[in-house]
């Protein structure tokens, strides 16, 4: 809730799981699963020592997959004491390996990978993790090494035609292991098997329910602030409108939100935020129209790092103008999500290339020396959009689609003036519109228009004209990490098309991007 430097030490927010990171690839699904079946858990590094783990009294443990191989003698592992403490454990590929190793079994590493789907068959022996799991289904395997002899105390569970040990356990420690990846969708029986693991083998009783969370965070927020004053950065987007929300409830009119208008939201979009915060939540808002202050700060910019850099910066400062005129300012709500709080552990060298400058309020809480209050650091975004519906936010803000800090300026290839504005956001308008209105499903992740810097010939009635490119981009992502491009029905994009080059002056072709991230971004700029 509070960040490090302010927050009493508490280290359990409900008892769960404690996964122990190897740099898996499936990480944070596996966290997303484990939540989805109730059960609250937290990502930490693998080298995190016992006593640090004990304090968070964990009700069981998860080790990950990860890309090294156990066989080499660098090879990253855990604190012994974990082993010990007596907690079920369940290992997934790397994990089940190390498990092995750790407890004097023999693996060795096979000639070829192993990817890909396979054939799982459950011995008769398959007991408590795989209740209610077929005798055979299909599994998801990426692993180089194999577990060959069981340790001390274990019994094989199950196998694949190609890896004889695929799932190991030993029902009097309630220590288990799996060589496929039961987090992924293409494991057939995956949840039940996580399912079994959390509540037959862990006998985890404590429910992670958004209901509860609310209450919890309410109460926190007003323990930890006291009687002092908080602002909020409100952006329209859900997350900083959840944490918003819960401040409000738990400190009432303490709380002031502050609304900067840069005027690069979309249509109708500012006055439906202030609309929506002041008269249907009854939150305390101040708006502050930035619209020229911003505008001005971006002539002559056409360069896209330039631009997010600008933006970021007058954000601050409007921000910080706003905050002096309210009297007695302590702490600064922020929406700060747990795949943030995650990846800020991520060591730098693996943290790789910078692509672009995000734009948040992240700079502001140390320009402004207040403390920092969190509530959503331990949600997954599914999880704030349910926290959103139990606060009964506006479906509008609720379902928002992503949209960049920096707006509609990373949507106009170029330079950005209040024509060009008024251009991309009368073109978004109409792709927003026609695709709600086709209600895709499953519907697109993102979806908008770009103005390109291009003009091309065309002609309208029997003239010729010489008019702007806009360029239509639908997503299709789990989370915005990776994307493919949505395979929209011609007859919408047909719509889309027609309905941008009769109703946007300006606009003469309309292409649409058919590009995957990787290699794209989602966003142009
Ligand atoms: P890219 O373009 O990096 O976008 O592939 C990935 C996701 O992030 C969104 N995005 C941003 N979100 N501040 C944000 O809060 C930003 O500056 C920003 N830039 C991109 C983008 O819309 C997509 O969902």
Redesign the pocket.
């Known amino acids: 809730m509070l960040s490090p430097s302010q927050a009493p030490r508490r280290d359990r927010l409900l008892r769960g799981v404690c996964i122990l990171d190897f740099g898996a690839q499936y990480g944070q699904l596996i966290a997303r699963r484990i939540r989805e079946l109730n059960v609250y858990c937290e990502i930490v590094p693998h080298d995190t020592p016992w006593t640090e783990i004990e304090r968070r009294e964990p009700a069981a443990i998860l080790l990950t997959g990860g890309p090294e191989s156990t066989l080499v003698p660098e090879a990253p592992g855990i604190d012994p004491a974990i082993l010990s403490a007596g907690l079920p454990i369940l290992g997934i590929c790397y994990g089940m390996q190390l498990l092995a190793r750790d407890l004097g079994a023999e693996l060795v590493r096979e000639d070829r990978r192993e990817y890909g789907p396979a054939e799982l068959r459950v011995d008769r022996a398959g007991g408590a993790l795989f209740e209610g799991v077929p005798r055979e289904s299909r599994v998801w395997m990426s692993h180089g090494d194999s577990v060959t002899h069981l340790p001390d105390g274990f019994a094989e569970l199950a196998s694949t035609p190609r890896c004889g040990v695929a799932a190991m356990g030993d029902a009097r420690r309630k220590i288990y292991g799996v060589q496929f990846h039961p987090e992924v969708a293409h494991t057939q029986f995956g949840k039940q098997i996580l399912d079994n693991f959390l509540h037959r083998i862990a006998g985890i009783t404590e429910r992670w329910e958004m209901k509860s969370f609310v209450e919890r965070a309410v109460a926190e927020i007003r323990a930890s602030v006291g009687s002092d004053n908080v602002i909020c950065a409100l952006s329209g987007?859900v997350d900083s409108a959840v944490a918003a929300t819960l401040a409000a409830r738990a400190i009432g009119t303490q709380l002031t939100c502050v609304f900067v208008d840069h005027g690069l939201l979309r249509k109708g979009e500012a006055e439906a935020v202030v609309a929506a915060f002041r008269d249907v939540l009854h939150l305390n808002v101040v708006a502050v129209d930035a619209r020229e202050r911003f505008l001005a700060k971006l002539l002559g910019e056409s360069d896209p790092e330039r631009k997010?850099i600008v933006i970021g910066h007058e954000f601050i400062r409007v921000f910080e103008e706003e905050a002096a005129k309210i009297a007695g300012v302590k702490y600064l709500v922020q929406g700060t999500l747990y795949p943030d709080v995650i990846e800020s552990k991520t060591p730098a060298s693996k943290a790789g290339h910078k692509?672009?400058?995000?734009?948040?309020v992240g700079g502001l809480p140390e320009q402004m020396h207040l403390g920092l209050v969190e509530p959503l650091r331990s949600l997954f975004k599914d999880e704030v959009r349910a926290v959103g519906r139990v606060l009964d936010l506006p479906k509008r803000i609720v379902e928002r689609q992503?949209?960049?800090?920096?707006g509609l300026a990373?949507r106009i290839i170029g330079d950005v003036t209040p024509e060009r504005l008024a251009i991309v956001r009368e073109a978004d308008a109409i792709v927003c519109e026609e695709i709600e209105a086709a209600a895709l499903d499953p519907k697109p992740?993102?979806y908008f228009a770009v103005l390109t810097p291009v003009r091309s010939v065309g002609v309208m009635g029997d003239g010729r004209t010489y008019a702007n490119l806009v360029a239509v981009r639908a997503i299709t992502?789990e989370d915005?990490?990776t994307?493919d491009w949505a395979r929209l029905p011609h007859a919408l994009l047909e719509r889309i098309s027609t309905r941008i080059v009769n109703e946007v002056p300006g606009v003469n072709r309309v292409a649409y991007d058919i590009t995957s991230?990787p290699p794209?971004?989602?966003?142009w700029e």
Do not use: D
């Open positions: 987007g997010r692509i672009k400058s995000h734009h948040n992503p949209f960049p800090g920096p990373v992740w993102q992502s915005g990490m994307a991230k794209s971004t989602v966003e």
